[in-house]
């Protein structure tokens, strides 16, 4: 079995994969394109976290690959439609590094609430400008979160436990933690919150979703603050604000284009503005949270490699599997579920079915279990041996 992880994964990871007797190699940067095409050709899974992208002109050259784990919380820089159709089981580590991500908001809070980056500039200068002016106490204030799952609801807690009242927006049913309480809409939440702070996907509905309007349509002198992703917030609209002080401050995390490397060279039209705090997508960076994510983010490529356990995974069935003793459990991606031969061909395999928009699972000798959904079924009927 061949393991490629890419991207500075926690050494923990590696160890983990190599005492199941697998060759492991791990890299510290980011693969482009043409030689990630190069590298995945040969190996069985594939480690990395956000920078590299695994398209599908890149599965095309994957000849062995049966699993991709994301070190990391979002999926979006996968083909994830592209594995389900090769039968490529997506793992994620969703939760691994919520409370890091939420500490920094916190923080994030309070000092551009105080107006510490400006005092620490000044003092760096030798300028000694002692105010209250522009100072304030978060208690009392109102945290808007939009996005209110792992991390925003963590943020919810930390932030209460201040003295914050808060108030979140989310397009999915969500239970509001202790005196927390549902907007009706994103317009509600923005004229309502001192501050807003993101936790939301990548997605077509969310990119660009803060941008002119729905700064203007926040409380003049409140704070913006997005450790999501990049492209949820645009940036010229944001300098606009800040300029014209209708914003008092804003900290961004994470950005539309970032380097693939550490180094100079990085650009942001958000430089040197007041009031700004701008950090190299390093939230979920702690030591603490990279080494959970690398324990369990390779625990459950471990788990389907060498078991079949699927439980996690983004585009398969939830299946959580009793080990083989030695033996080989195979995924049998099927092309019609009324093609019969499928089942004949590999009597004792598990049977992942393409239905209308969703995913079936055949178990040997129980027949279909319910089903998950998922907007691209399979269409390859090739099988995918694991469990070795």
């Not at 100072?135 to 996005?147: D, M, P, Q, S, Y």
Request: charged share 25%; aromatic share 4%; hydrophobic share 40%.
């Amino acid at each position: 079995m061949k393991v490629l992880l890419l991207e500075k994964i926690h050494p923990a990871a590696s160890r983990i994969l190599r005492a199941e007797g697998w060759s492991v190699v791990s890299e510290s940067k980011s693969f482009a394109q043409d030689d990630l095409k190069k590298a995945i050709r040969k190996i069985n899974a594939l480690g990395i976290r956000s920078k590299t992208e695994v398209t599908s002109s890149v599965l095309d050259q994957a000849e062995a690959l049966e699993c991709i784990t994301c070190f990391c919380i979002g999926s979006d820089q996968i083909d994830i439609g592209a594995c389900t159709e090769r039968g490529i089981a997506v793992f994620h580590a969703p939760y691994s590094n919520t409370r890091s991500v939420s500490e920094l908001v916190i923080g994030q809070i309070v000092m551009l609430m105080r107006g510490i980056m400006d005092a620490n500039a000044n003092m760096h200068q030798g300028i000694w400008r002692k105010f209250a002016a522009h100072a304030n106490e978060v208690r009392g204030k109102t945290l808007g979160i939009i996005g209110y799952g792992h991390i925003g609801s963590q943020v919810s807690i930390l932030a209460e436990a201040l003295g914050l009242e808060v108030i979140f927006y989310d397009i999915r049913e969500a239970l509001a933690l202790g005196n927390a309480r549902r907007a009706r809409s994103l317009k509600e939440l923005l004229g309502a919150s001192d501050i807003v702070t993101l936790h939301v996907p990548d997605t077509e509905s969310t990119r660009g979703m803060i941008g002119g309007p729905e700064m203007r349509a926040m409380k003049k002198g409140s704070f913006l603050i997005n450790t999501s992703r990049g492209k949820v917030v645009k940036l010229e609209p944001l300098k606009d604000a800040l300029l014209k002080k209708h914003l008092r401050g804003a900290a961004i995390d994470v950005f539309p284009h970032e380097p693939g490397a550490n180094g100079p060279g990085w650009e942001c039209s958000l430089r040197g503005l007041p009031n700004v705090i701008l950090t190299p997508h390093i939230a979920g960076n702690t030591k603490e949270a990279q080494r959970e994510i690398g324990l369990s983010a390779s625990e459950k490529m471990r788990k389907f490699l060498r078991k079949g356990t699927t439980t996690g995974s983004l585009n398969f069935p939830q299946l959580e599997l009793p080990p083989l003793d030695g033996r080989r459990r195979l995924y049998q991606p099927a092309t019609d579920p009324r093609d019969a031969a499928d089942y004949a061909r590999w009597p004792d395999a598990i049977h992942l079915l393409a239905l209308p928009g969703a995913v079936a699972v055949r178990l040997p000798g129980l027949g279909a279990v319910p089903r998950r959904r998922h907007s691209d079924p399979w269409r390859s009927g090739r099988a995918v041996r694991v469990g070795r």
